[in-house]
């Protein structure tokens, strides 16, 4: 490929490869990063690398966990509501499925996408990307676009934004009925929790070049 | 921490020729269309990715007027039945006494957007000149805009939860109305539009001309 070779910057400088931020494009010298250090760009501030001990398996196990509590998000009923001897108890699925008529079908799709089927998608890409390096093995075939549609995926899966909606609507409805908070609701909250810390953990900078020496 | 080795001036890589993958920051001699370690097309910047800004958040802004203007939510009871708009459901809520949560609807559906559609604009307008805002004050406007942008799909979520729950017969039904979908539109236009703008741009402005 047409890497940089090193050396090319300019006259006499050391034989490093290059990083450019990817906020501001400043070059720096690929970081040679103790763990637990934070290297962060010289002209913005953004942080190029953070790595830790033990961080794939972390994330990785942030990713499982936030797997099986999505499983319980999504089938158990996560609010019950009775008024005057009525019942109703909603599922996310019968949220997702709110719009389901005429022209509201549309978004219907983009709702279930938006809570269920991006960070679904966006969790399996990351365990994909992330086991073999977890237990030493080369990356599977494609994890690098793997890897890349998570981060890609990542604005766009909203689990954390429905939670607060879940909270606004039960302050909505809560004069004219009886309201009672299912399992599913707190697996959607304990998935807000799991996400920032998932988020937090991943030093995408060391994951990039784990996957492009396939050695470790 | 500083990287040892980096303590000379400030370069870029396309001040120095070079082409920087945005999804991994690996940096290139120009040449190649894509990736080698991540495979993203590699994009020099140009006029091409504020094109898209513009066309995206006029998009947005365009599908923002019918969401205020139709009803979001149609709402049935016994005695009565009623549609209210976005703002028409933010009074409601403080007629109610819940200050808190017509707070949080009013931000999320009329201040977010509103004030995301200007902050974009201005990015994009002010790219090449000095303005009033600094270069990383521009940049925070940037990812205050990346960050909080979606959290006005919010009111969308509350719409569907709202019409899958009261669904009680004769009681009280509430059925989601056309604003919700121009709304998430709206929404989602907008996101793309802060997506297209490359941040680089806005630190471009930053370097005197080479
Ligand atoms: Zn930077
Ligand atoms: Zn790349």
Redesign the interface.
């Known amino acids: 490929?047409?890497?940089?070779?090193p050396g090319?910057?300019q006259a006499g400088a050391?034989d490093?490869?290059?990083?450019?931020?990817?906020?501001?494009?400043?070059?720096?010298?690929e970081?040679?990063?103790p763990m637990n250090?934070?290297?962060?760009c010289?002209?913005?501030g953004r942080v190029?690398a953070a790595p830790r001990d033990n961080a794939f398996a972390r994330v990785l196990a942030l990713a499982l966990t936030s797997t099986i509590l999505m499983i319980g998000a999504v089938f158990f009923p996560f609010?019950d509501?009775s008024?005057?001897g009525?019942q109703?108890r909603?599922s996310v699925l019968?949220?997702?499925?709110?719009?389901s008529t005429g022209?509201?079908v549309?978004?219907s799709v983009?709702?279930a996408l938006?809570?269920v089927l991006i960070p679904v998608t966006r969790l399996g890409a990351i365990i994909y990307t992330l086991l073999p390096l977890v237990r030493g093995c080369a990356p599977w075939p494609h994890a690098?676009?793997a890897?890349?549609l998570a981060?890609r995926l990542r604005?766009?899966s909203?689990a954390e934004?429905?939670v607060?909606?879940?909270a606004?609507?039960l302050?909505?409805?809560g004069?004219?009925?009886t309201l009672s908070i299912g399992p599913a609701f707190w697996a959607f909250a304990g998935l807000v929790l799991v996400t920032v810390l998932h988020d937090n953990a991943m030093c995408?900078?060391t994951i990039?070049k784990s996957?492009?020496t396939p050695s470790r | 921490?500083?990287?040892?080795?980096?303590a000379e001036p400030?370069?870029?890589?396309?001040r120095?020729g070079?082409l920087?993958?945005?999804?991994?920051?690996?940096?290139?001699?120009s040449?190649?269309a894509r990736c080698?370690?991540?495979?993203?097309p590699l994009d020099p910047r140009g006029r091409k990715s504020l094109q898209a800004v513009w066309a995206w958040l006029l998009a947005g802004v365009v599908v923002y007027i019918p969401a205020n203007i139709y009803p979001m939510l149609r709402t049935a009871t016994l005695l009565e039945q009623s549609e209210s708009t976005i703002v028409g459901g933010a009074i409601d809520?403080l007629e109610?006494g819940?200050y808190g949560?017509a707070a949080?609807?009013f931000i999320a559906s009329v201040l977010i957007p509103v004030g995301k559609f200007i902050a974009i604009a201005y990015l994009a307008l002010s790219l090449n000149r000095p303005g009033a805002l600094s270069i990383?004050q521009r940049?925070l406007l940037y990812e205050m805009v990346?960050f909080i942008?979606?959290?006005s799909?919010?009111?969308?979520?509350?719409?569907?939860?709202?019409?899958?729950?009261?669904?009680?017969?004769s009681?009280?039904i509430i059925n989601?109305g056309?604003a919700?979908?121009s709304f998430?539109l709206s929404v989602?236009f907008t996101?793309l539009s802060a997506?297209s703008l490359d941040?680089?741009l806005?630190?471009?402005a930053d370097e005197e001309p080479a």
Request: charged share 15%; net charge neutral; glycine share 6%.
């Open positions: 490929m047409d890497r940089l070779a090319d910057r050391p490093r490869p290059l990083l450019a931020c990817l906020t501001c494009d400043t070059l720096h010298y970081p040679d990063v250090h934070v290297a962060t010289r002209r913005c190029l609010i509501l008024v005057a009525l109703n909603t019968d949220a997702a499925l709110a719009f022209m509201m549309p978004l983009a709702v938006l809570i690098p676009l890897f890349r981060e604005p766009w909203m934004i429905f607060v909606g879940v606004v609507a302050v909505k409805v004069g004219l009925a995408r900078y990039w996957l492009e | 921490m500083e990287i040892p080795g980096n400030l370069t870029t890589a396309r120095a070079m920087a993958c945005t999804r991994c920051g690996l940096v290139h001699a040449g190649p080698g370690r991540c495979d993203a809520l109610h819940s949560v949080i609807v990383h940049h990346e942008g979606r959290w799909m919010i009111d969308v979520f509350v719409v569907a939860i709202l019409s899958a729950l009261v669904q009680l017969g009681v009280a989601p056309i919700a979908v998430a989602a996101m997506q941040p680089r806005i630190w471009d």
